[in-house]
C-alpha cells in the first residue's frame, strides 16, 4: 500500500477534512503545496520550510507537509539519472516529506519551443538550450520514477487557450491514450523507485489527470474515462489558463461530481488565497501553484483586511518607507515577528536578496496558515 | 562609558585575547565582522547570523557578535534621516548586537564617479543615479550619528593604489585634518544618537584611521599623530587594495608598534582566512571583510585540508555533481550538517538563490570558526 486516503469529516459545502499518508510521511489535507520547481523552493531553505505556517496545538508549526518539483526542469538540469543515483529527489535536495512531481507535459507546452506532437509524444526543444528532447508517456515515467516523488502524475497533453470544441476533444483523447501508456509503464516500474527498498517495498503513487478544456461535457467523459482506470487520485488539470475565475469554479465544482468521493483530487497550478480556500470547501483536496513566491519576489504580499478578506501588498509603495508596522500584525510567520515594512521595503528597493527571502516566506506562511483554518473549518 | 576593551592574554606572538564591551552587547576578540553592506548581509537572514559559527561551551553558537554596514550605501539609500527617524540602523533592521559603520570615504573613493576633493570634503556622484552629493567630516559624523553603530569611524581620504610619497604624503595630511574635524563635530553631536535615552545616556564611539599608504614612515607619522588625538579605538586603513600581501603584513606589523596597546586595533577590508588568522595573531582585534559572502555568491566555498591549510572549493566544477558529501566534512555549520556538493552544485548551476545563501551561510561560518579556533590558542 503505497498511499492511504482517510477522510475524517465532510462538511455540507462538499470540503473534506482529511489525511493523505504516503511513504514520507502523512498529510494534512486540504493542503496547499508550495512549488520547488528545481529541488528548491525558490529562496527559502529547506530547514525554514519545515517549520512555516501556524503553530498546532502542541506549539510547533506543522511546515509544509509535501512540496512539488517540476519533471520538466529536474529532466534537464540536474538530470533524472543524476537524481536517481543520489536516491532520488528527497535525499539530493534534503527534504524527507513528501513530494508530488507533475509530468512534464504542461512545461513542455509552456516554456519549450518548436514542439511537434505526434501520438506516439511530444519532441521539443530545451529553454535552457536549445537541444533537442522527447517526452512520451513511457519516458515521463521512466523520469518521475527516477526523481521518486510519493506521487507521479500521468504525462498529458495541455490544449491551448481558448481551443475549440473539436480541437479539446481530440486532445482530451490523445491525454487518456497517454494516460492508459502512463499507467502501465508506471505499474511495470514503479518498484525501480530509488527509495523502494529502504522502505521496505513502498513506492510511488500514480494519479491521472481529467482534462476537456473548459467544455462541461468533455470534463466529464474524461473524468468517466479516466475513474474506469482506477488510479490513486485525480488532478483536475488545464484550468488557471487565463479564462474568467467563473469558469474555473464551474469546471472544478462539476468535475468533482464524477470523481470518487474516496480518493484525493487535485487542482492543478491555483491559484490566488481566496481561490484556494474556495476550492478546498467545494472538496478539493491538493493544490499547488507557485504564486506566494513569484508574488513574493515581485515585491507582493498577502495580507487580510479585518473582514477576511485577502488584501495585496505591494512592498515597492512610496507609504510603506516608513512603516515601522509588520506587514500584518495577525500574522504569525518570523517575518512579520521580527521585521518592518519600512526594511522590506527598503530590501527591495536596494535589490537585497534577503528581500526576496522574506517575502517569500511570509506569503507561504500566509497560504499555509489559510489552509490550517479552512482544515479546522471543515473538521467541524 | 561608550566602550571598554579588556584584555585577558597576550600570546608570544602579540595577538591578543579580549573582550569589546559596546552599548549593544559584549564582542569576544579578535573578531572578524560580516559585511551588511545596505543593512543586510547578503543573502543570510539575521537569525541566521545569529546561530552561525562554532558551539560554545554551553552547545550554542556565539553567532556574529558584531556587523558592519556601509554608510556611503545607506546614505544613498534609503536615508540616513529615514533610518534615524526608524531608531537607527539597529532596530531599522532588527539586529540588536554592536554594529560598525565606516565613514563613506572608501565607498566614496571606489564606487562613484566625478569626485572632487577639496579641503572641506568630497563632491561625489551617486553610483545609483548620478545625482550629485558632498561628504566633509562633518556630513560623515552627522550621518553616522543619525545610523546610529556602535562604532563610527572618522571621514578620510583614500589616495589611489599605487601613489607616490608626496601623493601618499598630501592625502595623509588631508586625512589628518579630517580627522580632527570628524572628532570635533562627533564629540559635539553624539548625543543625538537615535537610541542615546533609551540606552541611559550611553553613545557611539569614534575610530581613527591611520593612513600612510605603503610608506613606513607615514604610517608612523599617521599613527603618532592619531595616537595623541586620543581615540577608543584605531584601524588601519588603505591595505589590501592591491599590494602584494607581504607589503599588508609589513605595514600592519609595523604600524601596531606605535598604536597604543589598552585600545582594539581595527584592520580595514581584510581578507582571505589565512590572512586574517595571521593577522589576529600579530595583534589586529578586529576585522571585516565582504570575501565571504562575495566569495559565496561567485560558488567559491572555503575548506580546510587535513594539514589546516585553507583550500577554495568552486562548486559549480564538474567534479562535484555526483558528490554526496558536504563541502566540508569537518565543518559544523547547518549547510554542511544537511546538504551534499552535489545539491550545492546543482543550485549553483540552476541559478537558484537559496545555493547563494547556503555558501554564504557556509562561508560565514568558515571565518568565524577560524576566529574561535584563533581566539582560544590566544587565550593559552
Given at each position: 500500500?503505497?498511499?492511504?486516503?482517510?477522510?475524517?469529516?465532510?462538511?455540507?459545502?462538499?470540503?473534506?477534512?482529511?489525511?493523505?499518508?504516503?511513504?514520507?510521511?502523512?498529510?494534512?489535507?486540504?493542503?496547499?503545496?508550495p512549488?520547488?520547481?528545481?529541488?528548491?523552493?525558490?529562496?527559502?531553505?529547506?530547514?525554514?520550510?519545515?517549520?512555516?505556517?501556524?503553530?498546532?496545538?502542541?506549539?510547533?508549526?506543522?511546515g509544509?507537509?509535501i512540496?512539488?518539483?517540476?519533471?520538466y526542469?529536474?529532466?534537464?538540469?540536474?538530470?533524472?539519472?543524476?537524481?536517481?543515483?543520489?536516491?532520488?529527489?528527497?535525499?539530493?535536495?534534503?527534504?524527507?516529506?513528501?513530494?508530488?512531481?507533475?509530468?512534464?507535459?504542461?512545461?513542455?507546452?509552456?516554456?519549450?519551443?518548436?514542439?511537434?506532437?505526434?501520438?506516439?509524444?511530444?519532441?521539443?526543444?530545451?529553454?535552457?538550450?536549445g537541444?533537442?528532447?522527447?517526452?512520451?508517456?513511457?519516458?515521463?515515467?521512466?523520469?518521475?520514477?527516477?526523481?521518486?516523488?510519493?506521487?507521479?502524475?500521468?504525462?498529458?497533453?495541455?490544449?491551448?487557450?481558448?481551443?475549440?470544441?473539436?480541437?479539446?476533444?481530440?486532445?482530451?483523447?490523445?491525454?487518456h491514450?497517454?494516460?492508459?501508456?502512463?499507467?502501465?509503464?508506471?505499474?511495470?516500474?514503479?518498484?525501480?523507485?530509488?527509495?523502494?527498498?529502504?522502505?521496505?517495498?513502498?513506492?510511488?503513487?500514480l494519479?491521472?489527470?481529467?482534462?476537456?478544456?473548459?467544455?462541461?461535457?468533455?470534463?466529464?467523459?474524461?473524468?468517466?474515462?479516466?475513474?474506469?482506470?482506477?488510479?490513486?487520485?485525480?488532478?483536475?488539470?488545464?484550468?488557471a489558463?487565463?479564462?474568467?475565475?467563473?469558469?474555473?469554479?464551474?469546471?472544478i465544482?462539476?468535475?468533482?461530481?464524477?470523481?470518487?468521493?474516496?480518493?484525493?483530487r487535485?487542482?492543478?497550478?491555483?491559484?490566488?488565497?481566496?481561490?484556494?480556500?474556495?476550492?478546498?470547501?467545494?472538496?478539493?483536496?491538493m493544490?499547488?501553484?507557485?504564486?506566494?513566491?513569484?508574488?513574493?519576489?515581485?515585491?507582493?504580499?498577502?495580507?487580510?483586511?479585518?473582514?477576511?478578506?485577502?488584501?495585496?501588498?505591494?512592498?515597492?509603495?512610496?507609504?510603506?518607507?516608513?512603516?515601522?508596522?509588520?506587514?500584518d500584525?495577525?500574522?504569525?510567520?518570523?517575518?512579520?515577528?521580527?521585521?518592518?515594512?519600512a526594511?522590506?521595503?527598503?530590501?527591495?528597493?536596494?535589490?537585497?536578496p534577503?528581500?526576496?527571502?522574506?517575502?517569500?516566506?511570509?506569503?507561504?506562511?500566509?497560504?499555509?496558515?489559510?489552509m490550517?483554518?479552512?482544515?479546522?473549518?471543515?473538521?467541524?
Amino acid at each position: 500500500m503505497a498511499l492511504k486516503f482517510e477522510i475524517s469529516n465532510t462538511a455540507e459545502s462538499g470540503g473534506r477534512r482529511g489525511v493523505l499518508t504516503l511513504p514520507h510521511g502523512a498529510v494534512q489535507t486540504p493542503v496547499f503545496m508550495p512549488v520547488g520547481t528545481a529541488a528548491s523552493v525558490k529562496t527559502v531553505e529547506q530547514g525554514v520550510l519545515e517549520r512555516i505556517g501556524p503553530p498546532q496545538s502542541d506549539g510547533q508549526p506543522r511546515g509544509a507537509e509535501i512540496i512539488l518539483a517540476n519533471t520538466y526542469h529536474l529532466y534537464l538540469r540536474p538530470g533524472h539519472e543524476l537524481i536517481a543515483r543520489m536516491g532520488g529527489v528527497h535525499r539530493f535536495m534534503s527534504w524527507q516529506r513528501p513530494m508530488l512531481t507533475d509530468s512534464g507535459g504542461f512545461q513542455v507546452f509552456s516554456l519549450s519551443s518548436l514542439r511537434k506532437v505526434t501520438p506516439d509524444g511530444v519532441e521539443f526543444r530545451s529553454h535552457l538550450d536549445g537541444s533537442k528532447h522527447f517526452f512520451s508517456p513511457e519516458h515521463s515515467m521512466d523520469v518521475q520514477i527516477a526523481l521518486g516523488a510519493d506521487i507521479a502524475m500521468v504525462f498529458d497533453e495541455c490544449v491551448e487557450t481558448p481551443a475549440s470544441w473539436e480541437r479539446t476533444k481530440e486532445s482530451m483523447s490523445l491525454t487518456h491514450a497517454w494516460a492508459q501508456r502512463s499507467k502501465d509503464h508506471f505499474e511495470a516500474n514503479r518498484h525501480k523507485v530509488p527509495w523502494h527498498e529502504e522502505f521496505g517495498g513502498a513506492t510511488q503513487n500514480l494519479f491521472g489527470i481529467v482534462q476537456g478544456g473548459m467544455y462541461v461535457d468533455l470534463r466529464k467523459e474524461s473524468a468517466e474515462h479516466l475513474v474506469e482506470m482506477d488510479l490513486p487520485g485525480y488532478a483536475i488539470g488545464g484550468l488557471a489558463v487565463g479564462e474568467p475565475r467563473e469558469v474555473t469554479r464551474e469546471m472544478i465544482a462539476r468535475t468533482l461530481e464524477w470523481l470518487p468521493q474516496d480518493k484525493p483530487r487535485y487542482v492543478m497550478g491555483v491559484g490566488y488565497p481566496d481561490e484556494i480556500e474556495e476550492y478546498a470547501k467545494m472538496g478539493v483536496d491538493m493544490m499547488d501553484c507557485v504564486l506566494p513566491t513569484r508574488a513574493g519576489r515581485h515585491g507582493l504580499l498577502f495580507t487580510r483586511a479585518e473582514d477576511g478578506s485577502v488584501v495585496r501588498m505591494n512592498i515597492k509603495r512610496k507609504e510603506y518607507a516608513e512603516d515601522q508596522g509588520p506587514i500584518d500584525a495577525a500574522c504569525g510567520c518570523m517575518v512579520c515577528a521580527r521585521y518592518t515594512r519600512a526594511y522590506l521595503r527598503h530590501l527591495f528597493v536596494a535589490g537585497e536578496p534577503l528581500g526576496l527571502t522574506l517575502n517569500s516566506i511570509h506569503n507561504l506562511h500566509f497560504y499555509l496558515a489559510t489552509m490550517d483554518r479552512v482544515r479546522a473549518e471543515l473538521a467541524k
